[in-house]
């Protein structure tokens, strides 16, 4: 049995869930709304203010799906309740962010400044030229965005010049050595 799987998800106040008969699960909360469609051999029950996820059989496919889809139950509930965020950190002399109206514009060392439009369910912040804040209520949307952000400048592995996760940690590679 799936340890995650056989976790119930516990719905919190003011989040309501509901399972269609497709197995397609609608999550509202206060923050939004999210949906999403589940494969149709998983058991997907609402009981007791909890999400209780099961698998009919021990098929290898069914059991990597029992604590994906719990997972992913999970995550949507969490989104809604809290929202996800992601902080992304600029490291590089003259490399810094802004905000132009909902844009965010980079300066990365390019000939040009990098404008990025962000979904409609993710917003942007910049408390620093240096910190970038991610956040929405998908997690899925909020961390393929980061990793879209980040893709303009991924960190040097001589130098550490780049766009970082914040908490990421990568040991820089010494230089070349000049011999005798």
Known sequence: MSRIGKKPVIIPKGVEVTVQPDNTVIVKGPKGTLQKKFDPR???????????VERPNDE???KALHG?????INNMVIGVSQGFQIKLIIKGVGYRADLKGKKLVMRLGLSHDVEIEPPEDITIE????DQIIIKGIDKERVG???ANVRRWRIPDPYKGKGIWYEG???VLRPGKTVGK
């Open 42 to 52: 998983m058991i997907i029950k609402v009981e007791d203010g909890q999400v209780i």
């Open 60 to 62: 290898k496919e069914v």
């Open 68 to 72: 994906t889809t719990r997972a992913l």
């Open 126 to 129: 910049v408390p620093n030229p």
């Open 144 to 146: 393929q965005f980061a």
């Open 168 to 170: 990421e940690h990568r």
